[in-house]
Antibody
Framework: EVQLVESGGGLVQPGGSLRLSCAAS????????MSWVRQAPGKGLEWVSV???????YYADSVKGRFTISRDNSKNTLYLQMNSLRAEDTAVYYCARSPYGGNPKTYFDYWGQGTLVTVSS | EIVMTQSPATLSVSPGERATLSCRAS??????LAWYQQKPGQAPRLLIYGASTRATGIPARFSGSGSGTEFTLTISSLQSEDFAVYYC??????????FGQGTKLEIK
């Protein structure tokens, strides 16, 4: 059974840093494309970042240069390092799996339960 | 960036009736469109991909249609568990995956 469990969210001051984790089970993270998608309180979904099976990474313009996506194959875990956090980064962050790793034109078939990041002084 | 626009923002329908939700892309996305359902406090759930293919375990009352820039999600006979927010997502233009702003389906 595919499962994604996020952790690492919390309250952080503007300009601070946080690292989110997404522990996967039931599949291998390095074989699939993996993304982070966020949802600000009461708002819609916003794609944040993706790491392709080959290791290429991409980011939304809103987080480029501040966030870094990575994975640890030995732990089967996805990460999102978030630096220089702003109030507008406040959101629930979901990790999401794409069903395969061979086509970048992809959707998200499994989602974690999300972890809340609040950026406030 | 491809902008996805969903309409209406809120749709009020009675249980047992049909619901039709629309999604429009600012440029063609071919059939590279997915639909998700999200209930309060829960993660989104994949309903439809490829514009018209139901995901595993999704009831047949959910159907998707369209291609290019105009898409529709139809729920043929609304059940109580179907009242939720629905999002479309394009994945033709990668890696800039974009979502619509959502349609809230509420009980009339």
């Amino acid at each position: 059974e595919v499962q994604l469990v996020e952790s690492g969210g919390g309250l952080v001051q503007p300009g601070g840093s946080l690292r989110l984790s997404c522990a996967a089970s039931g599949f291998t993270v390095s074989s699939n494309y993996m993304s982070w998608v966020r949802q600000a309180p009461g708002k819609g979904l916003e794609w944040v970042s993706v790491i392709y099976s080959g290791g290429s990474t991409y980011y939304a313009d809103s987080v480029k240069g501040r966030f870094t996506i990575s994975r640890d194959n030995s732990k089967n875990t996805l990460y999102l390092q978030m630096n220089s956090l702003r109030a507008e980064d406040t959101a629930v962050y979901y990790c999401a799996r794409s069903p395969y790793g061979g086509n970048p034109k992809t959707y998200f078939d499994y989602w974690g339960q999300g972890t809340l990041v609040t950026v406030s002084s | 960036e491809i902008v996805m626009t969903q309409s209406p923002a809120t749709l009020s329908v009675s249980p047992g009736e049909r619901a039709t939700l629309s999604c429009r892309a600012s440029q063609s996305v071919s059939s590279n469109l997915a639909w998700y359902q999200q209930k309060p406090g829960q993660a989104p759930r994949l309903l439809i991909y490829g514009a018209s293919t139901r995901a595993t375990g999704i009831p047949a009352r959910f159907s998707g249609s369209g291609s290019g820039t105009e898409f529709t999600l139809t729920i043929s006979s609304l059940q109580s568990e179907d009242f939720a927010v629905y999002y479309c997502q394009q994945y033709n233009n990668w890696p800039g995956y974009t979502f619509g702003q959502g349609t809230k389906l509420e009980i009339k």
